[in-house]
Structures are given as structure tokens and as C-alpha cells.
């Protein structure tokens, strides 16, 4: 996502030449549902592409979180509030209609070219004008590929950005946050056998279900044709696997298992899911960096600050890094490799304390869902039923509005536009 929108931010700016390299062999139908917030959408018009993405997608007007074990709701949160504040509802939809809306975006610009099935290897110089070595997937000999400007948005196990790393004599490790995730997709056929599962895909809410150390998370997407189910709970898959393993193919009686304390309509929710489309994801981020530039060389989305999804702003945080990049290069003073460089440090300022505060916030929220019993548990349900009555903070972040607020009131590319000339000023 990162990555598509930058290179589209780009093309709007004026850039002439813009280059994609994807090791995919295409975008094809990948991935599950996907949070759809103010401060993406607001980026995501000024593209033109926002308006294919909000056609397919749901408008949220509520959240409800309930307790995994009864069902019992532990705090509900009014969110129709937010198109009125922010100018964009929060909505939900599938990841590919966002990625396909953006890459049609993309093809409409005829300086952005793609290649597919291409991985970027090693890189032989980080400016002035990197390189890098582009390795074809499926046969061909390896080429040398040279720019001006080398964005890396090659995700969290981003090979440049190890190659940064390594340069800078930095020792900064991947995370393994002890955490893993499940997603299921549930179609409207599967949900209509049942008057309670009906009621869930025709809703415009998200419902959280809470246990001890784990939660579901759920709402409908693509016009309430799919019911989209995100799970996190501890890891106990991935403890033995090599590193580099993301993903393995779940257990759907494992999966049972995991949550069979949970109430009788969850379970007959997720019995749901045919056996062999189990799938589980390592859920690991990577500890923070003190640059994420070197030269004419920077590092953008997942490849610098990847984030435990429970604030739902793992894609929205790339595009904003995206819009940024764009916005920054479009006011350099030159192109010389000098000015490149100084910009992307400019970018680096506009993006770092957000993105990292962010990372943290979703740690932290994360943290307070998957309190085991005990003192803790007593008082952040407390919390809940304060917010019932209107009073104090959700314990679910995501669904505060102080945190909301923080989020989707800021507009990264105005502030990038009143703060580059400080900023670029401040820089020797």
C-alpha cells in the first residue's frame, strides 16, 4: 500500500519518471479486511482514487466490545461522529479493492511503470543516485538498476533496509512480539445460516470479543458480501520456526481450541471456516531506528515502523509516509543529490515522533486487551462500564476519542507543506 501510493503521490506532484519494482507476479485477490480511517481517506482523495475504495466499502457507525465468554457488552462507542469532525466516516473494506483502486490510480499516470515478479537485492550504492540489483522471480539474469531516489517500502523484513543497517554498523533486530493473528473471511452465504450471524454481517459495526491474552476482532466488508475475522492471541506455532517464516497454515481444530471458552455464537462463528483455510500470521515488529534515510536512499511504511495492527493503522501509516515523501521532494530547491538527501532528512523529521508514538500506542492497547484476571482485568472493566455512562477513556484505544483525534485530525501533507521550510532551514 505504501509503496502504490507513494509512487501515485509522485506522479501528482509532477514526477516524470517513477519506477515500481513488486516481487509479486501481480496484486490478484490477497489479503483480508482492512480498517479504512479519516487520515487515509483524506490522502486517498486528493489522489483520485478515493471515491472506487469508499463505492465497496463499509461505513462504520458503531463499535461494540463484549466480553469473549458471554457475549456480554462491555462498552459501546458511537463513531457517526466522525464524519461530521473529520470530513471522512471510518470505514471498512477488503484490502485487495484498496490496493486494486490505488494501482488503477496508478495506471491512469503514464510515468508510473511496473514490474512485477522483481525483488530488489543488493544494493551497491545508497547515493548520489542508488543502486540496486533487480532479480527477476521467474528466470532471467539479475540487472543493475540505478536512480535518483530509492524508496524502500519493501515491508518488515525489508532487505534494504538490513542493508542500511549494516552500513550504519547499527545492530536493530526484528521483534518477535509473542503474539500471532488468524484472519478468516466469512461470505454472506455462510453467515445467513444462522439469525445471530446474519445480524453481524448486516451491521455497520465492529465487535470486539475480549478474553484473557486474546481477542477477535470482526465487521463486514465489500457491500456486507464478506464477513472479516482478525484474531490475536499467543503465539505457540511459530516459536520453533525459522526466522524468515511469517505465516503457516493454521489447525482449524487448533484455532477451535484457542478459543473454545468463548460464547456458544462466536464458536458456531468460526466452526464456520472450512477445514485447510486456516490460516495464522506472526504478528512481529522491529525495533525503532534513529534514521530511517541514508543518502538518496529512504526507508517508508513497515520497512522503518511496523506496528501491532490493534490500532488499525499499519497501511494508513505508510500511505501518510507516502504523501509525505511527495510533498517534501515537490518543494526541493534542486534535484542535486545534495538537496535529495537534505529532503528526505526533512521527511525523516515529519514522520518519526507520529509513526513511533503510534507503534507504541498500539502496544500499549494490545496490552490492556489481553489482560489475564486479576487487578488489572477488575479495573480496565471498570473503564468499560465508565464509558457506558459516558465518563473516561475506552480502554480500547482505537475506539477513544482522544486517540481518535490525535489520529485523524492530523493532515500530514498540510503540516508537511507549513513545516518544510523550518525544517529544511534547521538541517545542515
Given at each position: 500500500?505504501?509503496?502504490?501510493?507513494?509512487?501515485?503521490?509522485?506522479?501528482?506532484?509532477?514526477?516524470?519518471?517513477?519506477?515500481?519494482?513488486?516481487?509479486?507476479?501481480?496484486?490478484?485477490?490477497?489479503?483480508?479486511?482492512?480498517?479504512?480511517?479519516?487520515?487515509?481517506?483524506?490522502?486517498?482523495?486528493?489522489?483520485?482514487?478515493?471515491?472506487?475504495?469508499?463505492?465497496?466499502?463499509?461505513?462504520l457507525k458503531d463499535t461494540s466490545i463484549r466480553q469473549g465468554s458471554t457475549?456480554?457488552?462491555?462498552?459501546?462507542?458511537?463513531?457517526?461522529?466522525?464524519?461530521?469532525?473529520?470530513?471522512?466516516?471510518?470505514?471498512?473494506?477488503?484490502?485487495?479493492?484498496?490496493?486494486?483502486?490505488?494501482?488503477?490510480?496508478?495506471?491512469?499516470?503514464?510515468?508510473?511503470?511496473?514490474?512485477?515478479?522483481?525483488?530488489?537485492?543488493?544494493?551497491?550504492?545508497?547515493?548520489?543516485?542508488?543502486?540496486?540489483?533487480?532479480?527477476?522471480?521467474?528466470?532471467?539474469?539479475?540487472?543493475?538498476?540505478?536512480?535518483?531516489?530509492?524508496?524502500?517500502?519493501?515491508?518488515?523484513?525489508?532487505?534494504?533496509?538490513?542493508?542500511?543497517?549494516?552500513?550504519?554498523?547499527?545492530?536493530?533486530?526484528?521483534?518477535?512480539?509473542?503474539?500471532?493473528?488468524?484472519?478468516?473471511?466469512?461470505?454472506?452465504?455462510?453467515?445467513?445460516?444462522?439469525?445471530e450471524h446474519l445480524a453481524l454481517i448486516d451491521s455497520e459495526s465492529v465487535?470486539?470479543?475480549?478474553?484473557?491474552?486474546?481477542?477477535?476482532?470482526?465487521?463486514?466488508?465489500?457491500?456486507?458480501?464478506?464477513?472479516?475475522?482478525?484474531?490475536?492471541?499467543?503465539?505457540?506455532?511459530?516459536?520453533?520456526?525459522?526466522?524468515?517464516?511469517?505465516?503457516?497454515?493454521?489447525?482449524?481444530?487448533?484455532?477451535?481450541?484457542?478459543?473454545?471458552?468463548?460464547?456458544?455464537?462466536?464458536?458456531?462463528?468460526?466452526?464456520?471456516?472450512?477445514?485447510?483455510?486456516?490460516?495464522?500470521?506472526?504478528?512481529?515488529?522491529?525495533?525503532?531506528?534513529?534514521?530511517?534515510?541514508?543518502?538518496?536512499?529512504?526507508?517508508?511504511?513497515?520497512?522503518?515502523?511496523?506496528?501491532?495492527?490493534?490500532?488499525?493503522?499499519?497501511?494508513?501509516?505508510?500511505?501518510?509516509?507516502?504523501?509525505?515523501?511527495?510533498?517534501?521532494?515537490?518543494?526541493?530547491?534542486?534535484?542535486?543529490?545534495?538537496?535529495?538527501?537534505?529532503?528526505?532528512?526533512?521527511?525523516?523529521?515529519?514522520?518519526?515522533?507520529?509513526?513511533?508514538?503510534?507503534?507504541?500506542?498500539?502496544?500499549?492497547?494490545?496490552?490492556?486487551?489481553?489482560?489475564?484476571?486479576?487487578?488489572?482485568?477488575?479495573?480496565?472493566?471498570?473503564?468499560?462500564?465508565?464509558?457506558?455512562?459516558?465518563?473516561?477513556?475506552?480502554?480500547?484505544?482505537?475506539?477513544?476519542?482522544?486517540?481518535?483525534?490525535?489520529?485523524?485530525?492530523?493532515?500530514?501533507?498540510?503540516?508537511?507543506?507549513?513545516?518544510?521550510?523550518?525544517?529544511?532551514?534547521?538541517?545542515?
Amino acid at each position: 500500500m505504501g509503496g502504490l501510493a507513494t509512487a501515485l503521490a509522485l506522479a501528482k506532484q509532477g514526477f516524470r519518471h517513477i519506477d515500481v519494482y513488486e516481487s509479486a507476479s501481480n496484486l490478484g485477490f490477497v489479503g483480508a479486511g482492512i480498517q479504512l480511517a479519516p487520515n487515509m481517506a483524506r490522502i486517498l482523495d486528493r489522489l483520485g482514487v478515493w471515491k472506487d475504495i469508499e463505492a465497496e466499502a463499509v461505513d462504520l457507525k458503531d463499535t461494540s466490545i463484549r466480553q469473549g465468554s458471554t457475549n456480554q457488552e462491555l462498552a459501546h462507542v458511537d463513531l457517526r461522529y466522525v464524519r461530521d469532525s473529520y470530513k471522512y466516516p471510518h470505514m471498512v473494506g477488503h484490502r485487495s479493492n484498496l490496493a486494486t483502486s490505488i494501482f488503477s490510480g496508478c495506471k491512469r499516470e503514464k510515468v508510473i511503470n511496473f514490474f512485477w515478479s522483481t525483488a530488489a537485492g543488493e544494493v551497491s550504492s545508497f547515493g548520489p543516485q542508488p543502486s540496486f540489483l533487480a532479480t527477476p522471480r521467474k528466470g532471467g539474469e539479475a540487472y543493475k538498476v540505478t536512480s535518483d531516489i530509492l524508496i524502500a517500502a519493501d515491508g518488515v523484513k525489508s532487505t534494504i533496509r538490513d542493508q542500511m543497517l549494516a552500513l550504519k554498523k547499527v545492530d536493530a533486530k526484528i521483534i518477535d512480539t509473542g503474539q500471532a493473528a488468524y484472519r478468516i473471511m466469512l461470505t454472506r452465504e455462510d453467515m445467513s445460516k444462522d439469525p445471530e450471524h446474519l445480524a453481524l454481517i448486516d451491521s455497520e459495526s465492529v465487535t470486539r470479543w475480549i478474553g484473557p491474552k486474546r481477542h477477535i476482532i470482526a465487521y463486514p466488508v465489500s457491500n456486507k458480501q464478506i464477513y472479516n475475522i482478525s484474531t490475536a492471541q499467543p503465539d505457540t506455532n511459530f516459536a520453533a520456526a525459522p526466522s524468515a517464516t511469517y505465516t503457516t497454515k493454521g489447525s482449524k481444530k487448533e484455532l477451535m481450541n484457542v478459543y473454545g471458552d468463548f460464547c456458544p455464537m462466536v464458536l458456531k462463528m468460526l466452526d464456520l471456516v472450512k477445514d485447510g483455510e486456516v490460516c495464522e500470521w506472526k504478528l512481529r515488529v522491529h525495533e525503532p531506528l534513529d534514521s530511517w534515510t541514508e543518502g538518496s536512499t529512504a526507508l517508508l511504511g513497515d520497512a522503518c515502523h511496523p506496528t501491532l495492527p490493534h490500532l488499525a493503522q499499519g497501511a494508513a501509516q505508510a500511505i501518510e509516509d507516502g504523501a509525505v515523501i511527495a510533498e517534501v521532494l515537490a518543494k526541493l530547491p534542486s534535484s542535486s543529490p545534495e538537496d535529495v538527501a537534505k529532503g528526505l532528512r526533512v521527511y525523516e523529521k515529519l514522520r518519526m515522533e507520529r509513526a513511533y508514538a503510534l507503534v507504541e500506542l498500539a502496544a500499549a492497547s494490545g496490552k490492556a486487551l489481553h489482560l489475564g484476571d486479576g487487578e488489572a482485568k477488575k479495573e480496565r472493566d471498570k473503564a468499560f462500564a465508565a464509558v457506558k455512562e459516558g465518563k473516561g477513556s475506552v480502554p480500547d484505544k482505537w475506539a477513544d476519542a482522544d486517540v481518535q483525534k490525535m489520529i485523524y485530525g492530523e493532515d500530514v501533507m498540510k503540516n508537511a507543506g507549513e513545516r518544510f521550510g523550518e525544517l529544511w532551514e534547521g538541517l545542515r
